[in-house]
């Protein structure tokens, strides 16, 4: 799209450009997503509980090979419960106790065989987590650089068509504008889900899981713009 700008010598004519990146991604790495909760009487109690609860779980992790910060926490919260009881034929609430949740993830290099082993485990612990089961890939930060450089690609290319079917040709950037959109790098092939004990495990203490992930796509835009001028003759 052609605009007019002011520079330092007066309005110039000038181009503004949308690139579009886009990314195929292979998943690489595995992350499960672990949620502890559980009822108490007191505040002070869900509290300790909570604590508790996820000290096993780092236990329980510690044994399969994962170091004790490896459990990251994504939030933590302690929630009234209430009831509902009839007085003079008016419904009212009164409190009963407290919950904690406690959701933290964990994340690992893709291997089915070790998926198997870490999710057994975790049906089989007394603390019955509820979990969910995502694929991403471990340098983010590398893919992000690469997604961000195809959509100034793109924009140049599109520049460029723009400029000869116009009949003119492209100067210099005025300005770069990049959505900072944080890309999901993220497949989810499982919701939430809890396993029961001892289901379809095999004598290794695991389960036989053969999940192959399907490719991550993720796209973002920058838009750029050039100034313009007419070409020489």
């Known amino acids: 799209m052609a605009e007019k700008e002011k520079g330092r010598f ?16 292979t998943p690489d790495t595995t992350r499960i997503d672990i949620t502890l909760h559980g009822p ?27 170091a004790r910060n490896e459990l990251k926490t994504l939030n933590f919260r302690v929630d009234p419960r209430y009831e ?9 609430q009164r409190l009963t106790g407290y919950e904690f949740y406690h959701s933290m993830k964990i ?4 291997d089915n065989a070790f998926l198997g082993r870490v999710l057994y485990a975790l049906a089989n612990s007394r603390l019955t987590p509820e979990f969910s089961l995502s694929y991403t890939v ?23 068509v723009l ?19 944080e890309p ?36 973002d835009t920058v838009t750029i713009v050039w100034t313009i001028r007419q070409k020489e003759e």
């Open 138 to 160: 471990k340098d983010k930060e590398a893919s992000k650089n690469k997604l961000i450089g195809a959509a100034v690609k793109d924009a140049k290319a599109k520049a460029k």
């Open 107 to 110: 994340e690992f290099p893709s």
């Open 84 to 92: 509902s009881y009839q007085e003079n034929n008016i419904y009212r």
């Open 184 to 219: 999901d790098f993220v497949v989810r092939p499982m919701a939430k889900m809890m396993m029961a004990r001892n289901e379809s495990a095999d004598m290794a203490g695991g389960y036989n899981i053969d999940i192959e992930p399907e490719s991550i796509q993720v796209s």
């Open 40 to 66: 108490e009487k007191e505040y002070a109690d869900a509290v300790r509980r909570s604590a508790e609860d996820t000290e096993a779980l780092k236990d329980l992790l510690e044994k399969l090979g994962f």
């Open 163 to 181: 400029a000869k079917a116009s009949g003119v040709e492209l100067g210099h950037v005025l300005s770069i504008n990049y959505s900072m959109a």
């Open 10 to 25: 007066g309005f110039l004519s000038t181009v503004k450009v949308t690139g579009t990146g886009m990314l195929r991604l």
